[in-house]
């Protein structure tokens, strides 16, 4: 088992940052690929931004990409995701992801474990 907690969500100003951490316990955290998704209002979960085991690789949603940065550091099991720029349309509830994979991380159901999730709210 991985337990994955979020946090950092908060309500920013349109063109403002913030910074969402993922902290994991369990099972050894660098042996996942991990992934942000989100979830807004009567919406499906779309998939945000994925990083490989060690880092060396990233993937970004087209509607992030030049925005949001996801690193991770495995000395502290804590995955991150920064964004920049923000905009109201990435208002929505934050969740991170573990995958025993890499392949196939943009797709929700590539992933065993899963956070609670954290609010992010962007005003216009």
């Known amino acids: 088992q991985v337990q994955l907690v979020e946090s950092g969500g908060g309500l920013v100003q349109a063109g403002g940052s913030l910074r969402l951490s993922c902290a994991a316990s369990?099972?050894?955290?660098?042996?996942?690929?991990m992934g942000w998704f989100r979830q807004a209002p009567g919406k499906e979960r779309e998939f945000v931004a994925a990083i490989r085991r060690t880092g060396e690789d990233t993937y970004y949603a087209d509607s992030v990409k030049g925005r949001f940065v996801i690193s991770r550091d495995n000395a502290r099991n804590t995955v991150y995701l920064q964004m920049n720029s923000l905009k109201p349309e990435d208002t929505a509830i934050y969740y991170c992801?573990?995958?025993?994979?890499?392949?196939?991380?943009?797709?929700?159901?590539?992933?065993?474990?899963w956070g609670q999730g954290t609010q992010v709210t962007v005003s216009s």
């Open positions: 369990g099972r050894t955290f660098s042996r996942y690929a």
């Open positions: 992801a573990a995958a025993t994979t890499y392949s196939g991380a943009y797709y929700h159901g590539s992933y065993d474990y």
